[in-house]
């Protein structure tokens, strides 16, 4: 699997967002124009009212409000607040993966190194944290507190975590970048590492610390360089 070109990287983006092992997102996908507009109407609301209240006062019933659709289409699409947080969570994954497409295909022709390919996906992902609704609340999974009621480690993937599953994707999108064996586990350690320093970049500052995001930057590029070594067993 070589780097794909922008359109394909494109598509496959928009592909890979969807989990291999359905998690609690959507209960059926709207196919008529008019639910389809519902169902992004009941997810901008969900991304507005977490920047308003946060996760911990996210109801269905105030969604459904804010949406202007009647609680009973929004439980026709979603089984609750787990169901809909987790459908926000994969289109925001979609989203980010369309962005860092869009980004590796503005840098030029010819494939990206490991080095410019997680420049991109860092500068992308702080882009979105920056001027997405509701992103600073929920990017992949929950940034908050996470409510009793809601398992924030599986909104993506019913049997991967929500890093390991976005690591997944970024695997597949890289293509020949990523095809060494061991990049499988190390790409599941540099998420991991991503997630904690902007984290650590965002808190520190509300539109993220660029010092700590320059960090991020150096770690990643420096830890994905070479192609590491199978894992053992």
Do not use: W
Not at 19 to 31: E, S
């Amino acid at each position: 699997m070589t780097p794909q070109p922008a359109a394909s990287a494109a598509r496959a983006a928009r592909t890979l967002a969807a989990p291999a092992a359905p998690a609690a997102g959507a209960r059926r996908r709207p196919v008529q124009q008019r639910s389809q507009e519902r169902y992004e109407r009941l997810l901008d609301a969900c991304a507005g009212l977490l920047d308003e209240v946060g996760p911990a006062g996210l109801t269905t019933k105030e969604v459904a409000l804010r949406a202007e659709v009647p609680i009973g289409t929004l439980y026709q699409f979603f089984a609750g607040k787990e169901g809909l947080l987790a459908a926000l969570a994969e289109r925001n994954l979609g989203r980010f993966l369309d962005g860092l497409a869009a980004r590796v295909a503005a840098a030029g022709p010819g494939a990206p190194s490991v080095a410019a390919f997680t420049e991109h996906a860092v500068d992308e992902f702080v882009a979105m944290k920056r001027t997405v609704p509701g992103f600073g609340h929920l990017d992949f999974g929950l940034v908050d507190t996470v409510p009793a009621e809601v398992d924030d480690l599986h909104l993506l993937d019913a049997e991967l975590d929500n890093n390991a599953a976005v690591a997944a994707r970024l695997r597949a999108i890289g293509g020949e970048l990523f095809a060494a064996p061991g990049y499988a586990v190390a790409l599941r350690v540099a998420m991991e590492c991503a997630d904690a320093v902007l984290k650590l970049a965002f808190r520190a500052a509300p539109q993220g610390d660029p010092a700590l995001v320059a960090e991020c930057k150096r770690l990643l590029r420096r830890y994905l360089a070479e192609p590491p070594p199978s894992a053992p067993g």
